[in-house]
Structure formats: C-alpha cells, structure tokens
C-alpha cells in the first residue's frame, strides 16, 4: 500500500526480475522510465512511448538493457516519491552506508503541465548522493543488445546497435570515460548524471539540482488544480500523477499502460503491447480526471478522440498515439520475456477486431465533449450520425467485445448496452443542438434496446443478467459497467441481483474479481489469467449506487491496500499470492481508484 516513509526491505528477484511491486515510473509527457527498488532502470522507450525500448531489460535481464546507478554489496532499499511530483527517491543501505538516488525524466523550467504541449528536455536526470557512512557506487549503461560508446564533449556518446538514428549523451558530475564505472564515495559527497536524447541541452552545463527542482515546481503547480476530497486522497493524488505520465502532452492520448508484454500469469502467453491510445479508456478517462479539477486533460483526450475519428473516417477501437492505424502485432524473439513469459510482442492483433461498443464509446466522448463547452462541426456530426445509425443494428451481430476474445465471438451484453449508448448519446446531442437527424427514432431505439437486454440476457435460474444477449447465465464483470454508461439504473432489480451474482461468483477472493471464468466463457487463448483490478472499482461503484455504503467503503479501502508502496498498480493481481501482473502501470486500474473515491465522497457528503 501507499508509504509515503516505507521501511526499508530486501530487494527480491523471483527468476532474476524485480518484482513489478518494486518498480516506480517517472515520465516527462513523451515517454517514462521505470525505475527499479535497485536503482536500475530496466524499461525506457525513446523518444516516445510507443518505440523499440532502448532500454528493456525489464523483459530480458541479460539482453534488454538497463541504466543502473546502484550500490554494491546491497542490502535493503526503499522508494518514495517527492510529495504531488514524479520525482522519485530511491535509498540503497549497503553494511557501511546508505545512498539516496533522485530521478526524474525533467520538464523545462516554468513548464505549464496544464498546457496541451510537449514540455520535456529529452533528459533524464539521476542525482545520487550518500547520506550516511561510506559506497562504492557503481554504474553503467547497456542498450539492448549492446552499443558503440565513445568519449565526446563533457561525457560519453552511445549509439545503440538497434537503433542507429539514437545518440545517446551521458553527462556526469566526475570525469566518466567509460562504462561500467565505479566511485567510492563518502558521506555527503554526490555524483549527478544527465542522460540526453535530444541534440538541444547535451552540450550546455548542467545543474542537477536546479533541474530536479523545476521539475518538482511544475508538478506541484499542476497538482494544485487537484480539487479531490475524500477517501484515500492520498493515493488519488498520486493515481492523477499516473495518469498524467501515462498521457502524451504533445497531442492529448494517453496509453493504456507505457509497457508491453508483461505475463498475466508469469508463463502465460497472454502478453499484449498496451502502449496505445483504446477509445474506450477515453471515456472513462474523461469522467475521472475531470470529476477533480482537471478539465484541460479531459478536453485534449476528448479533442484527440473525435480528431482520431474523423480522420480515419471509421471508428477504430485503438490509434497510435498520433492517431494513425496500431501496427499488426509481431512477436519479438530477440527477448525472453518477463521472467521468461514468451512471446514478447509488438503492436496488437486486436486492433482491427470487431468491436461494437466503439460506436458508444465515440458518441460518449462527443456528448462529453459539448457538456464541456466544446462545438461539433457539420462534417463531424455527419460522421456521429453515421456511426448512431450503424449501431441502432449493429448490436445484433456477434463481435469480440470488451475483453478481445480471440475466437469467432458472440453477441455480447456488454456490446449492445453500448450501442444503446450510441443511440442515447446521438439523440441527447441532436436535441440539444438541433442537429439534423432522426433523434425521436434513435430516442425510441435506445429504450427499445435496454427493454431487449433486459428480458433477452436475464437468465431466471441464475438470477443474473448474462455476459451475451442469448441468456445462459454465463457471467462477464462488464456488466458492472452498464449502470455506469448509464444503459441500466443501479438500482434495478436485476441489476441489484446481477450484482451480487458477479461478486459471488467471480470473486477470486478478499474483494477481487475475475473479469469471466475461462471454463464458461473460452476467449480463443490458452491459459488463465489473474483478478482483473478495474473490475472490482466497478464493483464499488455499483454498491455505493445502490446505497451499500458500508460494504463500498470496505471494499475500496482494501483494493486500495493492493497497490505498491509508491502508490502503483498493475492491470490484474495474481489472487494465490497478491502480486502484480499484466501491464504496468495500468491506467484503468488508476481510473478506478479516482472514479470510486469521487463515488464514495459524493455519496457520504
């Protein structure tokens, strides 16, 4: 759980990984590094999130990568970020001393993180210095699959085997003429190291301090917008942070996660590159961030979704960050993977599935969109009224549906609860703006169609609604979701009894949830998988809706114990032992703590 003083442990390395838990990330809007409880850095993409990591030793201990600061002969560490910044602090204690590390991937100083603008330096910064007794620090450098490095101007040039078009600058405090390098350094004494990937700032001076600090001062600034107050608003703060470093500053997306193929299980193949932007985390998204003050980053995800959508003129259930077409997905069999779970994979395979809830997520954003003060040009909204007509039948044929099955899919519940959101959300704006279109029909189709999802999934025996529009009593925690896209009231009472049949019978016990059950519902891949976190938010969600305060209460206070002393969370938890896996950090699971805890306070106030 969120420390923001943790006691210093011993460092674990099940199989030679750290363990996702032991992981802090710093970010500047275009990318993030992940830095490890050891003072590694195993995982940094450059320039952007969605490049080949120059640095992936996160997914091949011996091959990826790394940028280590360290101290040798380590016994324990702790991590903490400096308050409302992603300015991380990582202490080392050897037998004979104790090193402090700040890192941080640095803005420019007086940067306006509200401002929809790229606002790095192309610079990370990694300031070390010992506080107690006496370390030999060490450190080095290695891209994935080696480099050329060479003396250059005040540090050293590296130019990675993979990557010719990347020069990498290292600047030190101390003369460093080569890598590995180790210093023995005192009490008080310090070694600050700057590494550039930009060609604008390597050859000026540099001042670690003065950059760490204008750094922490453009996050505080932008943290003061923050109008959270409520439970755990401590770690709400802190998901906001997460959010905002898993959103691209330059053009408004955000990715799913800044991280691919990490196993749900360890060993299993369900291992996916999430560093895109999925329409339907827009919405959720949007709600969220702006629900506690922050409003710009609403608008510029929104702005990104529409624009996304306009230029490929057809709904696309995920873009690149700059809103192209996600690449298909290739396995990499260059790396062994997270603890050895192959394949490791690039681009995803999902990205030209079958996906009808794309038709109400993209309508949602646009109804957001205008709630906000934003205006829909005519040649958008002839494009929205296309999309509400293709939903008012689309919901009748078979998809892949929230969760991405890889078979031949069906007709999911889930799915025609969000073209009715399609049709609800059209005939809202039509109305509201006077557009053109046959808002009374989509009015009638949408109530039409909750009226079918009703009586057609309702299974009487199980007493459920069902994860497909055929009944049959099959559960899928999306369900959950549909009295938050306002499809089905929470307090209906088949939603009330759909409710307590997903908590009983997909619980993966202590609260979490499975998203289905593989035995019931086969997804086309092999294996199983852990608790999917963004479930159980949903799950407070529904119970606060339906007045059972108490119970939401303790459920969201113990999720919010799962997450890492830093305050982090993964996409799914493994039940049997607690741990983190899939991606990370995962900004639904992120969503989920905001969205509830805005939930929470509203309902107690």
């Known amino acids: 759980m969120l420390d ?4 210093l442990r011993p460092v674990q390395r099940p199989d030679g990984y750290l363990r996702l838990e032991d992981l802090g990330v710093i970010g500047d809007g275009a990318t ?3 830095v490890g409880l050891d003072g590694s850095i195993p995982w940094l993409c450059l320039p952007h999130f969605d490049a080949e990591p120059v640095l992936g030793g996160l997914l091949d201990k011996r091959r990826g990568g790394h940028f280590t600061v360290t101290a ?3 016994r324990e560490a702790r991590q903490h970020y400096v308050p409302d910044t992603a300015v991380l602090v990582t202490e080392l204690r050897t037998a004979t001393g104790l090193l402090q590390i700040t890192d941080a991937i640095v803005v420019r100083s007086g940067a306006d993180l509200t401002d929809d603008a790229p606002a790095g330096r192309a610079e990370l910064v990694r300031s070390a210095r010992v506080l107690d007794g006496t370390v030999r620090m060490e450190i080095d450098l290695r891209p994935r699959d080696g480099g050329q490095t060479r003396a250059a101007l005040d540090g050293l040039e590296i130019r990675p085997s993979r990557r010719p078009d990347l020069r990498l600058h290292l600047r030190a405090s101390r003369p460093l003429t080569s890598l590995p390098v180790t210093f023995e350094l005192h009490e008080g004494e310090h070694v600050d190291l700057v590494l550039s990937w930009g060609r604008v700032h390597r050859h000026h001076r540099f001042d670690a301090a003065d950059m760490l600090a204008a750094t922490a001062d453009a996050w505080r600034r932008w943290m003061a917008h923050l109008t959270y107050s409520g439970p755990q608003e401590a770690l709400v703060r802190r998901s906001a942070i997460t959010l905002k470093l898993c959103d691209d500053w330059d053009n408004g997306a955000m990715v799913a996660a800044p991280t691919s193929s990490l196993p749900a299980p360890i060993g299993g193949v369900r291992n996916w590159d999430y560093r895109y932007a999925w329409v339907r985390d827009a919405a959720f998204t949007v709600f969220a961030m702006r629900r506690i003050g922050f409003g710009n980053e609403a608008d510029a995800f929104l702005g990104w979704v529409l624009d996304a959508f306009e230029q490929s003129r057809q709904p696309r259930i995920m873009y690149t960050l700059d809103g192209g077409p996600v690449p ?7 790396l062994e993977g997270y603890r050895g779970s192959a394949p490791v994979h690039w681009g995803n395979g999902a990205a030209d599935q079958r996906q009808h809830d794309v038709y109400g997520e993209v309508l949602d954003c646009a109804d957001q969109w205008v709630r906000g003060g934003g205006e829909l040009q005519p040649a958008l909204w002839a494009q929205l009224r296309g999309l509400a007509d293709a939903a008012e039948t689309a919901w009748r044929e078979p998809d892949q549906g929230l969760w991405e099955i890889r078979n031949d ?12 959101v399609a049709l609800d959300r059209a005939a809202a704006l039509g109305e509201k703006l006077g557009l053109p279109g ?3 029909r989509w009015r009638a189709a949408a109530a039409e169609l909750t009226r079918r999802i009703l009586e057609r999934s309702w299974d009487e025996q199980a007493q459920t609604l069902s994860a497909h529009l055929d009944g049959g009593g099959v559960l899928d925690a999306s369900l959950l979701a549909l009295p938050l896209r ?3 009231p929470a307090t209906h009472p088949r939603m009330i009894a759909t409710t307590a049949a997903v908590a009983r019978r997909l619980s993966a016990g202590d609260g979490l949830l499975y998203r289905y059950l593989h035995q019931d519902a086969p997804d086309g891949i092999e294996g199983d998988e852990g608790a999917f976190v963004l479930c159980s938010f949903w799950l407070v969600e529904n119970l606060v809706q ?3 305060l108490e119970q939401a209460h303790e459920l969201y206070t113990s999720l919010c114990a799962r997450t890492s002393p830093v305050g982090l969370l993964s996409e799914q938890i493994d039940p049997t032992t607690g741990a983190f896996i899939g991606n990370f950090p995962q900004a639904f699971s992120h969503i989920g703590i905001i969205a509830s805890g805005v939930s929470l306070a509203r309902a107690t106030a």
């Open 328 to 334: 298909g997905e290739v396995a990499d069999p260059g």
């Open 438 to 440: 046959p808002t009374a």
């Open 4 to 7: 923001p003083n943790p006691p």
């Open 546 to 548: 339906q007045g059972q």
């Open 486 to 488: 306002q499809v089905i």
């Open 32 to 34: 993030v590094a992940l």
């Open 72 to 74: 040798g002969d380590l």
């Open 409 to 420: 899919g069906r007709v999911f519940t889930y799915s025609a609860g969000m073209c009715q």
